[in-house]
């Protein structure tokens, strides 16, 4: 099975980059990794996907390199509202999907 | 809103019972899945089923069971519940079943077993 892990926590500024990233062993040599936002009391809501080099969309970067055992999150210039938790999701053989354990990101003003 | 609806928002049970939540995924999503949040295991994939057939499984008890109808509503029964059986249960859906598709999540049912 695939094991995914993250940072507990980690504390920005307004305005900073905030990288986040995810170890992930195991994880299926034709699978992508995702990344959820979830804020309290709500699902998880999807941020960004990506196989291999680099992804970007409107609202962050994701880095993988080449063995694919890691993945990173940047989110650009955060404000107070990315104040969130942050999940990497990978998947094994077998389809098994498995969440990493979050990173509570907290920015300051 | 997500588009995803799951029903009901909370429930409270005590421990022996059964209970089932329900699940209507988007408009034209195919694939269900279920996740188990709990404060000490985080987020848990139980199962996910593909246009009525299980396509995966997780870290799902015996005692838990799900399925998805022919009109792409899923159920997932628990039974036999225990304490620890406390947590957020998620439904999510997405077009298909493939690696490389994004999943929505619904709001949640909080089952609270006492």
């Known amino acids: 099975l695939a094991k995914t892990t993250q940072p507990i926590s980690m504390d920005s500024y307004e305005g900073q980059e905030v990288n986040i990233t995810c170890s992930h062993n195991?994880?299926?040599?034709?699978?992508?990794i995702t990344w959820y936002q979830q804020f309290p009391s709500q699902g998880p809501r999807f941020i960004i996907q990506g196989y291999k080099t680099k992804v970007t969309n409107e609202v962050a970067s994701l880095f993988i390199p080449a063995d694919r055992k890691s993945s990173t999150l940047s989110l650009p210039r955060v404000s107070l509202s990315d104040t969130a938790v942050y999940y990497c999701?990978?998947?094994?053989?077998?389809?098994?999907?498995?969440f990493g354990g979050g990173t509570r990101v907290l920015v300051k003003p | 809103d997500s588009g995803v609806t799951q029903t009901p928002k909370h429930l409270i049970t005590a421990t022996g019972q059964r209970v089932t939540l329900r699940c209507s995924p988007r408009s034209g999503d195919l694939s269900v899945y279920w996740y188990q949040q709990s404060l000490d295991q985080g987020l848990q994939f139980l199962i996910q089923y593909y246009n009525g057939e299980e396509r995966a499984k997780g870290n799902i008890l015996e005692r838990f069971s799900a399925q998805q109808f022919p009109d792409l509503h899923s159920e997932l029964n628990l039974s036999s519940l225990e304490l620890g059986d406390s947590a957020l249960y998620f439904c999510?859906?997405?077009?298909?079943?493939?690696?490389?598709?994004?999943?929505?999540f619904g709001q949640g049912t909080r089952l609270t077993v006492v």
């Open positions: 999510a859906s997405s077009v298909d079943g493939q690696a490389h598709t994004e999943a929505f």
């Open positions: 999701l990978a998947k094994a053989a077998g389809n098994k999907l498995t």
């Open positions: 195991n994880i299926a040599t034709n699978d992508y």
